[in-house]
């Protein structure tokens, strides 16, 4: 069997641009994977996780995280931070 492929059906894709589609395109991620999608340390995903603070679940003793499910956090914390922000400006502060 032989493939034919144009040079045009392919575009080049650095490393880190490949790594970012990789992560974004999961559903279930890696504490490594999250780090880099939330552009925080190891740590603290690990931190977030262990206090109940991001949702997680543990697979033996490995931190997993859904997708969806961070997503859907991330949303709720912004909803909430715009919440917070507006009833600062309506306050008067002197």
Not at 7 to 34: A, G, W
Not at 60 to 86: A, P, V, Y
Request: glycine share 4%.
């Amino acid at each position: 069997m032989h493939l034919n492929y144009s040079s045009d059906q392919f575009l080049p894709v650095d490393r880190h641009t490949l790594r970012k589609v990789m992560v974004t395109s999961k559903e279930i991620m890696t504490s490594k994977e999250v780090a880099q999608y939330l552009c925080i340390h190891t740590l603290t995903v690990h931190k977030y996780a262990r206090e109940g603070k991001i949702p997680a679940f543990k697979i033996g003793t490995d931190w997993r995280f859904h997708k969806k499910s961070l997503e859907k956090w991330i949303d709720q914390k912004s909803t909430s931070n715009l919440g917070r922000n507006n009833r600062l400006e309506g306050k008067n502060i002197n």
